[in-house]
């Protein structure tokens, strides 16, 4: 990997009342609110150590900029198709903001020196800025590195890393690199030839299910559909709610009745040859598909998405809502079948996975007018 330092700037805390309002609205109003004041301006040169302290856990990872074409040459690996429609949109944003406003979140097997000296760094020095937030309770800290002995020492580790997979920001690199292509022989064009990312190693990003509602049901009734879902499924009533234990168990709440569902064996031998068999891909193929007969996992607006941090409660309570819906709780991806796929230029089915820690729009920003203060490469 080929990282760079930028020019930071960071939001003026003397004018935010409200840090959870104020950054859900920065992604769409950030020119604006450089126009009334709400963000300083740039820092020197430098990378960051970025954390978010929650309650769980305090994440640790390092907030810089990276070659666009790490991305073109496969380097940095993706895990999920674009959409066109989001594409075009990022690319807008990007033109009308002038700005990154998130970072990319890139990930990368450990590196047991790069672990040490990023702790050894945030216990020896005082942070350049930090918010706190409500909603989720977390508070986001940056230590400045700005000598250039440490620059350099980080560049040589990632020099050594031969790959990182994305973990959120798919469509704002492709938009990078959109620009960054129809610019490469225009001299009067910025390059976009980097992009602002943040690496954390695999031990600091945790996998949550990411579940699903599904709706307009009317044409098909609960014997039939029951029926049909045993043709695939070993079916089992549960006392009480709850998530799946394992890979391959899904559970199911439909009627205000829960079921633990377990593949039945003829489905997974299908599948024997693939190295990673995914549920996510399962009930795209066999149940949504292959009985409720839709066409287009991706765009089907009846297909309603429930982060797995929220639990079972939203998902109770959206299909007691609609009597003619069914919710699916899924296993968490395990985050090495992910980097397995990865490798294989594989994608996942939409919304696999949920990813934490979670970046904010607006904490950290690096303008693409202008010309950062050179530290140098290596």
Sequence with gaps: MHIRPFSAIFPNKDYISSAD????????????????????????????IYQIDTKRHAFVGLTCCVDVEDYIKGDIKKHENTLPASEQLHVQLLLRRKTAVKPLVLIYRNVDAL?????????????????EFDDPAEVHRFWAIREEEDIEYLQNI????????????HHRIAATKLLYERAKNNPDKHKHDKTLCTFFPVSEL????YNRVVHNLETISM????????????????????????????????R???????WRRHVLAEYKDQRVILDTMLLNEKVLKGILNMDNIRTDERIEYVEGPKGIT???KK???????VGFCLHPLILEELILLADEDKVLPPKSTWFEPRLKNGLIVKEYYSKDNNVPKT
């Design 158 to 169: 990632f020099l050594e890393i031969p790959q990182t997979y994305i973990a959120d920001g």
């Design 256 to 262: 205000k009745e829960w079921f633990r569902l377990r």
């Design 319 to 325: 299909v007691n809502r609609d009597p003619h819906s």
């Design 314 to 316: 939203p998902i109770t």
């Design 21 to 48: 309002s104020f950054f859900e609205s920065v992604k769409f109003e950030y020119p604006e609110y450089v126009l009334s004041g709400f963000f300083n301006e740039r820092k020197p040169s430098g990378m960051y």
């Design 206 to 209: 945790e996998c949550y299910d």
């Design 223 to 254: 014997a039939t559909f029951m029926a049909l879902l045993s043709q695939v499924f070993d079916i089992e009533p549960m006392e009480q709610g709850g998530k799946p234990d394992q890979k391959h168990e899904i559970t199911m709440y439909l």
């Design 115 to 131: 672990d040490k000296w990023l702790q050894d760094y945030i216990e020896k020095e005082n942070p350049e800025f930090e918010m």
